[in-house]
């Protein structure tokens, strides 16, 4: 398995992935599916696009980051996403590509990572927490979908002082 920077051919894959997620699943609150063109714009746009490929040269997950809100007081703190395809969880996909985008965060200058995890997410919340997130609020009955209310849950995991970093 290797880790490295989305292309824009990635998007089909990425789209693969992402939408039965999104369609089929409480993982993600939206019910809106990606488009290609969504994709390959946010492979360009964010400061953090990855994708696990398999031997097979087959894309099995991706993990990306951007500013968790925007101006620059929220320039140092970044929300990530990590989705796998069905077939490499429980292979160390997932550990790979968050150590990879958390190394990569720590070299630009980022104090904190944050995931924002559906609460009906066990195995998301199982994973954060064995990656050293820690839970650090819980609202409850902000997502709707499939007809009922659902909680988030958001993780932090502090990576150090930033101030040190370059603006």
Same mark, same amino acid.
């Given at each position: 398995m290797i880790?490295?920077?989305?292309?824009k051919e990635?998007a089909?894959?990425?789209l693969?992935?992402?939408?039965p997620?999104?369609?089929?699943?409480a993982?993600?609150?939206t019910s809106?599916e990606k488009?290609?063109a969504?994709?390959?714009?946010?492979?360009?746009?964010?400061p953090?696009f990855l994708?696990?490929?398999?031997?097979?040269?087959?894309?099995?997950?991706?993990?990306?980051?951007?500013q968790?809100?925007?101006g620059?007081g929220y320039?140092r703190?970044?929300?990530h996403?990590?989705? /796998?395809a069905?077939d490499?969880?429980?292979?160390?996909?997932?550990?790979l590509l968050?150590?990879?985008a958390l190394?990569?965060?720590?070299?630009?200058g980022?104090?904190?990572?944050?995931?924002?995890?559906?609460?009906?997410?066990a195995?998301? /919340?199982?994973?954060?927490?064995?990656?050293?997130?820690?839970?650090?609020?819980? /609202?409850?009955?902000?997502g709707f #979908?499939?007809g009922?209310?659902?909680?988030l849950?958001?993780?932090? #995991?502090? /990576?150090?002082?930033?101030?040190?970093?370059?603006?």
């Amino acid at each position: 398995m290797i880790i490295r920077p989305a292309r824009k051919e990635d998007a089909t894959a990425v789209l693969a992935i992402q939408n039965p997620i999104i369609r089929d699943t409480a993982v993600t609150f939206t019910s809106l599916e990606k488009t290609e063109a969504e994709i390959v714009a946010a492979i360009a746009a964010a400061p953090c696009f990855l994708v696990a490929e398999d031997d097979a040269g087959r894309v099995a997950g991706f993990v990306s980051y951007d500013q968790f809100r925007k101006g620059p007081g929220y320039a140092r703190t970044m929300e990530h996403s990590i989705v /796998l395809a069905p077939d490499a969880r429980g292979q160390g996909t997932g550990r790979l590509l968050i150590e990879a985008a958390l190394d990569r965060a720590r070299r630009t200058g980022v104090g904190s990572m944050w995931a924002g995890v559906s609460g009906e997410n066990a195995a998301g /919340l199982a994973f954060h927490a064995r990656a050293g997130f820690e839970e650090v609020a819980r /609202l409850p009955s902000v997502g709707f #979908k499939f007809g009922r209310w659902m909680d988030l849950i958001l993780m932090r #995991k502090w /990576l150090g002082d930033a101030g040190d970093a370059s603006d």
